[in-house]
């Protein structure tokens, strides 16, 4: 019989998570993160369980079919039901990886793989291959294995970013979230199944024991339930971009995620974040140390302490200053009194902060440091304050700053100039006036905002795309906060701070070509572009793309417009839903 592919729509994505509505793209009826049920399990709603599962091993290999629980195959028909099937194969255990089964799982929609099949099956590799769901067989026995279960997970949701995604017995309502976070969309009941048989509610804090004054119970229903809010909650993280938040707190049910998520945290750590831009609204929560190890923190650092130089004009003089709770810092009570205090636009004023370290005043609209929240107590830890102190002298010693006065209250081992008089708060007028006093002792050229602004916009164009060769004979215009920048008369861009971007008009496209500011992608065909740019249009792209990054897109090589992505890199090669929204067609 041939198969009829899933309808899968991206409703929502946060880094490796997807929320994907299953069927008719106007109205799904099945969603994931979701369950896989089987002849055992109790009857669950289609709308948090979207497939049946049927493990054959009566003869071997055994084999696994799949099947899903409405008509979500086009055109949405009665009989328009997908199915699935394939061998699973001989699985060794991932200690072995050495050895080859000699019996390989079965390749088509519905793929099996296990550690062994990853070492030694080339047909994994074939640029046609495209399953629609893959199942990690060897999950639960990976999980014991330091670091290979998110090395698996990832290698796996990078090289089939269409397919979704099962691991059988792995998944509980105390791991669903932070699983989702690492890239599985599919989870099954096995483990509910096996606390009920032990008389244990798996709830979404972990496996306890019921509580019998509220006669509570440990039947499957009790554990549907537990299910279904964790997925739920899962689900809205997701949509809200608040993922990460509920997977610290998840992680905390055992000693075992906390170690997956620090090991998928130094993984995802080796390379650039997945988002360079977010909607003005969302926030990043820091509410715990484990937050400072989130791949964009963790980026922000490295690029602060390795990439970052600020323009000519502000390599004389740095102010250190406090951040504020209120994001951007400028839009704060006390940095208006900061900012009164300093006169002098040559100055360079950097916040100190956790958990990014340094802030520079011309990076503070940038995702994550207009976004971050966290807690203020005026206290700093050991590690803290240790990351301060790295980066504020790997920048004086990499800049050469003559000056470096010091408004943060907090020590150095450099040479510095205390504003700070002892039990005084930074904002108050007797810490102000000393501030002013030693920014005007050291005082440089004066300078005009636009001016200023010109260089500010240098340093965020070398720190958003790399150059800022294409702002060469640029001005500044027009009036805050969004600031245009013109070519003579001509507008050609425009800040935008609430996102923290700029807004380039179609004009300035072939110059920002030649100077390679935008990184390319190259669609194919040869009507004319129309809409937007989804995965069969393209035929090369960078594999780090961001979600918020602008492109331009060439046809023939020729430049036919831009873009900006909707998607992160990863899913470009063969992903679905749209992949980045049409700016501008030549």
């Known amino acids: 019989m041939e198969h009829k592919p899933l309808a899968r729509t991206v409703l929502s994505r946060w880094r490796h998570a997807r929320l994907i509505g299953l069927g008719d793209r106007a109205n799904p009826v099945s969603f994931t993160p979701g369950l896989c049920l089987t002849d055992n399990d109790p009857e669950a709603g289609v709308e948090i369980a979207p497939f049946t599962i049927e493990h054959d091993s009566s ?45 390989g799982q079965s390749t088509g929609p519905l793929l099996p793989v296990s550690w062994q099949r990853l070492v030694h099956d080339p047909t994994l590799l074939d640029a046609e291959l495209s399953p629609e769901i893959v199942v990690i067989q060897d999950a639960v026995q990976l999980a014991g294995h330091p670091g290979r279960l998110v090395q698996t997970i990832r290698l796996l949701r990078e090289r089939f970013p269409a397919a979704l995604m099962w691991a059988p017995g792995l998944g509980g309502p105390d791991n669903c979230a932070i699983l989702s976070w690492f890239g599985l969309d599919l989870f099954d009941l096995r483990r509910s199944q096996q606390a009920m048989a032990q008389g244990v509610l798996l709830s979404r804090d972990g496996p306890r024991h019921a509580d019998e004054s509220c006669n509570e119970s440990v039947d499957m229903g009790a554990q549907l339930i537990e299910w279904q809010a964790s997925l739920s909650a899962t689900r809205s993280a997701i949509r809200t971009g608040t993922l990460r938040e509920l997977v610290e707190k998840q992680s905390l049910n055992s000693p075992r995620l906390v170690e997956h998520l620090r090991r998928h945290d130094a993984l995802m750590s080796q390379s650039a974040p997945l988002s360079m831009h977010v909607e003005k ?91 971050y929240d966290v807690p203020v107590t005026g206290q700093w830890d050991d590690d803290e304050l240790a990351t301060i102190r790295r980066l504020v002298r790997g920048l004086v010693e990499r800049v050469g700053y003559k000056t470096v006065i010091n408004h943060s209250g907090i020590e150095f081992d450099i040479d510095t100039i205390d504003t700070r008089p002892e039990g005084v708060g930074a904002s108050s007028k007797a810490a102000c006036d000393v501030l002013r006093d030693a920014v005007e002792s050291v005082s440089g050229k004066s300078m005009s905002e636009k001016q200023y602004l010109l260089h500010a916009f240098a340093s965020l164009s070398r720190w958003q795309f790399g150059s800022d060769d294409w702002l ?38 072939p110059r920002l070509r030649e100077t390679g500011t935008l990184r390319e992608i190259e669609i194919g065909g040869d009507a004319p572009w129309k809409g937007d740019i989804f995965a069969p249009m393209v035929i090369s792209a960078p594999s780090d793309l961001k979600i918020g990054e602008e492109v331009l897109v060439i046809r023939n090589g020729d430049l036919i417009g831009s873009a900006r992505c909707k998607a992160a890199g990863w899913e470009w090669n063969g992903g679905i839903g749209r992949l980045a929204k049409s700016q501008h067609r030549l």
């Open 281 to 371: 609204e969302q926030r990043f929560r820091c509410h715990s140390p484990v937050s400072r190890q989130d791949p964009i923190v963790q980026d922000w650092i490295r690029r602060m302490e390795s990439e970052y130089m600020p323009s000519e004009i502000h390599r004389e003089t740095l102010v250190l200053l406090p951040c504020s709770a209120r994001k951007p810092y400028s839009s704060s009570q006390s940095h208006r009194f900061f900012r009164s205090a300093i006169r002098d636009r040559s100055v360079h004023q950097v916040m100190v902060t956790s958990p990014l370290g340094l802030v520079p005043r011309e990076l503070e609209e940038q995702w994550p440091a207009a976004h």
């Open 59 to 103: 003869s071997l290999p055994a084999t696994l079919s799949m099947n899903a629980r409405g008509p979500w195959a086009y055109p949405f028909g009665e009989g328009d039901v997908p199915t699935y099937e394939g061998v699973e194969g001989h699985t060794l255990p991932p200690s072995l990886q050495e050895a080859d089964s000699g019996q």
């Open 472 to 509: 060469e004979g640029l001005r500044v215009g027009g009036k805050p906060p969004r600031w245009m920048l013109m070519s003579g008369k001509q507008h050609v861009a425009q800040w935008h701070p609430e996102v923290g971007r700029f807004s380039f008009t179609k004009s300035i496209l």
